[in-house]
């Protein structure tokens, strides 16, 4: 059997090198550095087919357009049609499980009720409400900073409510910040191909649309759960095991997949590990192209201590990986630059070579 491939990542080299790692041209180039490279190939494939997909699923003419631009909208009708009329009132078919439980297994807790952030954006402060916060910043910075030239009355922070008039900034015609969908106006008709454009002023018309649908998913979800809560106390025997049953269902479904995860999780994003990776590779370029320029001390050991100091990383990190002994002088195989970069990510973050390798090509 042959040995296993290990994936490698596509990486340019910098453009130039710097002095060291504290000036503003070394931070610029390790931000150009890192924004040319964070992009692999495979995620640049995946953005790509992820875009078709959603292209496909937009121009399905079987698929009514509310539901392409709202998957809550789709469970609220789903869950509303699983609704009859008896003579004690208005129950929950048994058929609603599915739809109750699919809906909190794709949003999660958001299913009952949104976050802060999201909230906000469908339900801004009223100007009472901006008036009062802007007088308590006005106090706090009045009595914590007593220099402050703020203090005069203007307030600190000024946030403007939204609205669902088409407002236009005169600085820029693509400003959609006072844009928020009125659902009980007539909404406005477009091609839902449109909403996948990440500049189009539509996708952000239909982020709000489906927060303020999720807003009323919660409120219909924790309705069944009152009713089956109360089966639980009430009902028959059967009625009673059914309930719970869709009481426990619903339980699971809040729990995270965690199926063929690995014991020790990776408490970083892969996109926080590209981003280590990437830094760490800027800065053993710079120490390499320090060690082997014409310019410099002649000794090698003055050359080694001079990189150690301008770019932050010790003399005995370099002697590791340079294959340097105690005298910088060689002795062994060096690293090369990018095996340089994954070790420090690998001993950063915990976790195997192998892994850091599968991330940087996912």
């Known amino acids: 059997m042959g040995k296993k491939r290990i994936p490698r990542s596509s990486v340019s080299r910098p453009q130039g090198f710097h002095r060291n790692s504290t000036s503003i041209e070394y931070a610029n180039g390790e931000t150009e550095f890192i924004s040319q490279n964070i992009f692999t190939a495979g995620n640049k494939r995946k953005i790509k087919e992820q875009a078709a997909k959603r292209a496909a699923c937009l121009q399905d003419p079987r698929v009514p357009d509310d539901y392409k631009l709202s998957p809550s909208r789709y469970y609220i009708d789903q869950i509303w049609r699983c609704t009859e009329a008896t003579a004690s009132g208005f129950e929950f078919t048994d058929e609603v499980a599915t739809y109750v439980v699919q809906a909190v297994r794709e949003f999660g807790v958001d299913a009952l009720r949104l976050n802060a952030h999201d909230y906000f954006q469908i339900h801004p402060l009223s100007d009472e409400d901006l008036n009062r916060w802007?007088?308590?910043?006005?106090?706090?910075?009045?009595?914590?900073?007593?220099?402050?030239?703020?203090?005069?009355?203007?307030?600190?922070?000024?946030?403007?409510?939204?609205?669902?008039?088409?407002?236009?900034?005169?600085?820029?015609?693509?400003?959609?910040?006072?844009?928020?969908?009125?659902?009980?106006?007539?909404?406005?008709?477009?091609?839902?191909?449109?909403?996948?454009?990440?500049?189009?002023?539509?996708?952000?018309?239909?982020?709000?649309?489906?927060?303020?649908?999720?807003?009323?998913?919660?409120?219909?979800?924790?309705?069944?759960?009152?009713?089956?809560?109360?089966?639980?106390?009430?009902?028959?025997?059967?009625?009673?095991?059914?309930?719970?049953?869709?009481?426990?269902?619903?339980?699971?479904?809040?729990?995270?997949?965690?199926?063929?995860?690995?014991?020790?999780?990776?408490?970083?994003?892969?996109?926080?590990?590209?981003?280590?990776?990437?830094?760490?590779?800027?800065?053993?370029?710079?120490?390499?192209?320090?060690?082997?320029?014409?310019?410099?001390?002649?000794?090698?050991?003055?050359?080694?201590?001079?990189?150690?100091?301008?770019?932050?990383?010790?003399?005995?990190?370099?002697?590791?990986?340079?294959?340097?002994?105690?005298?910088?002088?060689?002795?062994?195989?060096?690293?090369?630059?990018?095996?340089?970069?994954?070790?420090?990510?690998?001993?950063?973050?915990r976790i195997s070579h192998q892994r850091v390798s599968n991330i940087l090509s996912s």
């Not at 339980?251 to 830094?279: D, N």
């Open 134 to 349: 802007n007088k308590d910043m006005m106090d706090y910075f009045a009595a914590t900073i007593p220099l402050n030239e703020q203090k005069t009355g203007t307030p600190i922070v000024q946030l403007k409510n939204l609205t669902n008039r088409k407002e236009r900034s005169p600085d820029n015609e693509e400003d959609y910040s006072g844009w928020i969908s009125d659902l009980e106006g007539k909404p406005v008709k477009r091609d839902p191909i449109e909403y996948l454009h990440p500049l189009a002023r539509a996708q952000k018309e239909g982020e709000l649309r489906e927060l303020a649908y999720r807003e009323g998913l919660g409120l219909l979800i924790c309705n069944v759960l009152r009713f089956w809560r109360e089966q639980v106390q009430r009902s028959s025997l059967k009625q009673r095991r059914f309930a719970a049953k869709c009481l426990r269902r619903f339980g699971e479904a809040l729990i995270p997949e965690t199926r063929g995860k690995r014991e020790r999780f990776l408490e970083a994003s892969h996109y926080e590990v590209k981003i280590f990776y990437l830094k760490e590779l800027y800065r053993p370029y710079h120490i390499e192209n320090a060690l082997c320029s014409a310019g410099g001390p002649r000794n090698h050991g003055l050359r080694v201590k001079e990189a150690a100091e301008s770019y932050g990383q010790s003399v005995e990190l370099i002697r590791e990986f340079w294959g340097l002994d105690d005298s910088d002088e060689p002795d062994r195989q060096p690293f090369t630059v990018k095996d340089m970069a994954r070790e420090l990510t690998a001993r950063q973050f």
